[in-house]
C-alpha cells in the first residue's frame, strides 16, 4: 500500500525567512498530494493541494511542487509569520481514491 | 451544521470497556472517514464510508473496531475490549465528493479516548 515519508519533522525559521518541507510516496498511482495545516489542539485543514497532472501551484504565501518521476513533493512557505507555527502534513491518495495516507508531520516554529 | 461535530469531545475508560464515538458530518457529505491520531503522528486512515456502506474499511487495526452509518450520514465508532493502546484521538472527516482525490476532507475536532 501507499507509505508517505516527510522531512524534516521539525523546522525553526526566522519571521520572514522561507521554510520548505519535502515528502516522498511509494504508489507510483497516486494522483492527488494535499497539505494540511493543524494548530495545537485543533483538527487538520487544508491549506493547498495538487493533482498528478500539474507539477507546480501557488496560494499567496504557499507554493506545492510535485515530481511525479521522483515521487516527492513540496511545500513551500515564503515571508515565514508566527501564525505560520503550526504542524504541517502531507499526504498522498490511495490508488483507488478511497483514502489519504498521511506523513508524520513537520512542526513548523517561526520565531519574530 | 457548520461543520463536522463530534462527540464527546473527550473520554476516559478503563481497559476492556466498550466504548461509541460518534461523527456528525457536514450535511450533503455523501463521503464519511475515521481517522485515529496517536501524540506526534500523522492521522491513520480508519474507514471510509460512502453513503451507508462502508467502501473502505483497510485500517481497522483489528476485529475489536467497528463502525456504521446507518442512514448515511450520522456514523458511530465501536471500540470493543479497549486496550492502553487504544488511547489517541479519533478524528471524523467528510467530503462532499465520494473520492479523495476529488474533494476537500473536513475534519472534525476529534473524540481523544484515553484507556486507563
Known amino acids: 500500500g501507499e507509505n508517505v515519508e516527510q522531512h524534516p519533522s521539525t523546522l525553526s525559521v526566522q519571521e520572514g525567512d522561507s521554510a520548505v518541507i519535502k515528502c516522498t510516496y511509494s504508489?507510483?498511482?497516486?494522483?492527488?498530494f494535499p497539505w494540511y495545516k493543524q494548530e495545537l489542539g485543533k483538527r487538520p485543514q487544508l491549506i493547498i493541494d495538487?493533482?498528478?497532472?500539474?507539477g507546480e501551484k501557488k496560494d499567496q504565501r504557499i507554493a506545492v511542487t510535485l515530481n511525479k518521476t521522483a515521487k516527492h513533493f513540496s511545500l513551500h512557505i515564503t515571508e515565514t509569520q508566527p501564525e505560520d507555527s503550526a504542524v504541517y502534513f502531507c499526504?498522498?491518495?490511495?490508488?483507488?481514491?478511497?483514502?489519504?495516507?498521511f506523513g508524520k508531520g513537520t512542526t513548523l516554529s517561526v520565531s519574530s | 451544521g457548520a461543520g463536522v461535530s463530534q462527540t464527546p469531545s473527550n473520554k476516559v475508560t478503563e481497559k476492556g470497556k466498550y466504548v461509541e464515538l460518534r461523527c456528525d458530518p457536514i450535511?450533503?457529505?455523501?463521503?464519511l472517514y475515521w481517522y485515529r491520531q496517536s501524540l506526534g503522528q500523522g492521522p491513520e486512515f480508519l474507514i471510509y464510508?460512502?453513503?451507508?456502506?462502508?467502501?473502505?474499511d483497510s485500517g481497522l487495526p483489528n476485529d475489536r473496531f467497528f463502525a456504521v452509518r446507518p442512514e448515511g450520514s450520522v456514523s458511530t465508532l465501536k471500540i470493543q475490549r479497549t486496550e492502553r493502546g487504544d488511547s489517541a484521538v479519533y478524528l471524523c472527516?467528510?467530503?462532499?465528493?465520494?473520492?479523495?482525490?476529488?474533494?476537500?476532507?473536513?475534519f472534525g475536532e476529534g473524540s481523544r479516548l484515553t484507556v486507563l
Open positions: 464510508f460512502q453513503g451507508t456502506g462502508a467502501a473502505d
Open positions: 450535511s450533503g457529505h455523501t463521503a
Open positions: 495538487i493533482r498528478s497532472n500539474v
Open positions: 472527516a467528510s467530503s462532499l465528493m465520494g473520492r479523495t482525490n476529488t474533494g476537500e476532507l473536513f
Open positions: 504508489d507510483s498511482a497516486s494522483n492527488y
Open positions: 499526504a498522498a491518495s490511495t490508488q483507488a481514491g478511497t483514502a489519504l495516507i
